[in-house]
């Protein structure tokens, strides 16, 4: 299972354009990158998920350039409410694959 | 809106109890999973199941045990709880199949034993 490095924390103010990036020098050919978000208090929720160049959803935008050995989450305009931790993890393709989580990246956004 | 569901949300016990957290979910996900998280810090796997009758250990020693007779149910046991056992316990659902498919995690149990 590849290993996965981002920042402990980050911080950043209202209206801004916030980019985790995290490194995944192992990833393997068929796994995916996928970013979950928790707040205070509650279980981690899913986010987005790519496998290469890029993604776009309501939430977020996944950057992933073509050696896929990193991946950017891009979180514009962000508000008060994002304020939480932020984990990336490579997910294997395989029906084996258990979801394992590290520290993530706290994100604190400020008025 | 994920369909897995944890009681209870909070609970404050004596030392030496027996305690059952329950999770259960409605999405008929085969792979389900107990992770144990203190305050700031990063989760930690305690035990998984791929279906009815498969248990396994996961990477964070746990004195805790679990069962899987139902798909729905995946129920955590503590015989008897100590301190130590503080935290809060947060339940998760997947996807059989490749893909890399999303968790679903439920409002997790804060457990407090005195």
């Known amino acids: 299972l590849a290993k996965t490095t981002q920042p402990i924390s980050m911080d950043s103010y209202e209206g801004q354009e916030v980019n985790i990036t995290c490194s995944h020098n192992?990833?393997?050919?068929?796994?995916?990158i996928t970013w979950y978000q928790q707040f205070p208090s509650q279980g981690p929720r899913f986010i987005i998920q790519?496998?290469?160049t890029k993604v776009t959803n309501e939430v977020a935008s996944l950057f992933i350039p073509a050696d896929r050995k990193s991946s950017t989450l891009s979180l514009p305009r962000v508000s008060l409410s994002d304020t939480a931790v932020y984990y990336c993890l490579v997910a294997s393709s395989g029906g084996s694959y258990i979801p394992t989580f590290g520290r993530g990246t706290s994100l604190i956004v400020h008025p | 809106e994920a369909d897995i569901y944890q009681t209870p949300r909070y609970l404050v016990i004596g030392t030496g109890k027996k305690i059952t957290l329950e999770c259960s979910q409605t999405m008929g996900h085969d792979k389900m999973y107990w992770y144990q998280q203190d305050p700031g810090m990063e989760l930690h796997l305690i035990h998984y199941?791929?279906?009815?009758?498969?248990?396994e250990k996961g990477d964070l020693s746990s004195e805790s045990t679990v069962s899987r007779i139902r798909t729905e149910h995946f129920p955590l046991t503590l015989e008897s709880a100590r301190p130590s056992h503080t935290s809060q316990y947060l339940c998760a659902s997947s996807e059989y199949f490749a893909g890399g498919t999303e968790a679903f995690f439920g409002q997790g149990t804060r457990l407090t034993v005195v």
């Open positions: 192992n990833i393997a050919t068929n796994d995916y």
């Open positions: 199941s791929y279906g009815v009758n498969s248990t």
């Open positions: 790519g496998y290469k």
